[in-house]
């Protein structure tokens, strides 16, 4: 992959006030100089890797091609889970094998994924508990600087895939889940336009939905103002998720879902 642009990006949940981001930052900028680095965001919710991944997969579309995305949601820091890249059709990415990287990664569609194992690689001494700095930052540096990403280590294929990377479609059936309540309430769901088309919903249409098993038939909408104030609707997000919303209200309330709950949709 061609990284004409050395942009590297960092998400964390560290919190801007901690010194953790500095630090990595300082690890990045003394091996690779030029590179550009965005902070997409360092306020995740601690150890929450569902809602580090959604953000990380809203954000990694816009960058230019070959963008390196660091991302750091670790609660498994020091275990045997691996640190890996993931090499897609765009972007590279770099983080713990636990998921935060395969929503975004999949979207784009993935290539390679490889190992962080190269010593040659990596601060000469890792700490237990901070692999963002030690690890992560210098594999995004040295790629950044032309490397490649099998020079870090051996391929894998069984990377760590949560169930909410990708819902299940089957005899125009969809179970997905919430990944996200948004400020305004609305539900965000791993649910995108294909696999709506692909159970032969449109816009324009209905669908049933199932939320905390109770059901509704609901208007597949292009605009909020599409149904009353007050009642319920689903649109396609901007972030190119399902979203179930309220009118000038709050979805998350009107359903009483949370994060994580599951989400049925079927053709009426």
Do not use: W
Request: proline letters at 6%; charged letters at 20%.
């Amino acid at each position: 992959m061609t990284r004409k642009v050395p942009i590297i990006t960092l998400l964390s949940d560290f919190g801007l006030r901690d010194p953790y981001v500095a630090e990595m930052k300082a690890v990045t900028l003394s091996i690779c100089p030029t590179a550009t680095i965005v902070d997409v965001s360092h306020g995740i919710r601690k150890f929450d890797i569902r809602m580090g991944a959604f953000i990380l997969a809203t954000a990694a579309p816009y960058f230019p091609r070959g963008t390196i995305h660091v991302a750091v949601v670790d609660p498994g820091v020091g275990t045997e889970r691996r640190p890996i890249i993931i090499e897609g059709e765009h972007s590279l990415y770099v983080g713990p094998d636990n998921g935060l990287l395969m929503l975004s990664a999949q979207r784009e569609g993935i290539n390679h994924v490889y190992e962080i194992a190269n010593p040659k690689y990596m601060l000469k001494e890792v700490s237990r508990t901070f692999h963002g700095r030690d690890i992560f930052s210098p594999a995004a540096a040295h790629l950044a600087n032309g490397v490649q990403p099998a020079d870090f280590g051996a391929e894998i294929f069984d990377p760590v895939t949560p169930s909410f990377t990708k819902p299940t479609v089957q005899g125009g059936k969809i179970e997905g889940e919430a990944i996200h309540i948004d400020g305004f309430g609305n539900v965000v769901t791993n649910i995108t336009l294909r696999d709506l088309s692909e159970s032969g919903i449109r816009e324009g249409g209905s669908l049933l939905l199932r939320l905390k098993d109770k059901d509704s038939n609901l208007k597949v909408c292009s605009a909020y103002g599409e149904v009353l104030r007050g009642m319920p609707l689903v649109i396609l997000g901007s972030s190119g998720f399902l979203e179930v919303s309220v009118n000038q209200g709050d979805a998350s309330r009107f359903f009483g879902v949370e994060v994580g709950n599951r989400v049925v949709i079927e053709k009426p």
